[in-house]
């Protein structure tokens, strides 16, 4: 099973020399915020992208995988993990599409 690294974020910010002020900056959040986030290991989708953008990495960047040594092919893994965290995001961002579409249809 895989879960999203929480740590990995400041170390791939610390190892990039991105100061933790500044990619909370470029998320669009404070610093105080952006800690709080990391520490209830809860974030949004768009704030993971934009971390991702930030740090040049793709989002399977930030998964570790729990139990690697017990599989043959840990990416069937990430990918799992992904589309299980992200089919939510996606209806959300659908709904969000549809209201726009339906807007300006109206308008």
């Known amino acids: 099973?895989?879960?999203?690294?929480?740590?990995?974020?400041?170390?791939?910010?610390?190892?990039?020399?991105?100061p933790i002020k500044e990619l909370a900056r470029?998320?669009?959040?404070?610093?105080?915020?952006f800690h709080y986030m990391l520490k209830k290991q809860s974030m949004r989708?768009?704030?993971?992208?934009?971390?991702?953008?930030?740090l040049g990495i793709s989002p399977f960047d930030l998964f570790e995988n729990e139990d690697s040594e017990n599989?043959?092919?840990?990416?069937?893994?990430?990918?799992?993990?992904?589309?299980?965290?992200?089919?939510?995001?996606?209806?959300?961002k659908l709904d969000v599409i549809i209201e726009l579409l339906r807007y300006q249809k109206v308008h």
């Open 71 to 92: 599989q043959s092919n840990p990416s069937s893994i990430i990918i799992r993990a992904k589309e299980s965290d992200y089919n939510d995001s996606i209806l959300q």
């Open 45 to 54: 989708v768009d704030t993971m992208e934009k971390i991702c953008e930030a």
């Open 1 to 18: 099973m895989s879960k999203l690294d929480y740590n990995k974020i400041k170390n791939l910010a610390a190892a990039k020399r991105i």
């Open 26 to 33: 470029l998320c669009g959040l404070s610093e105080q915020g």
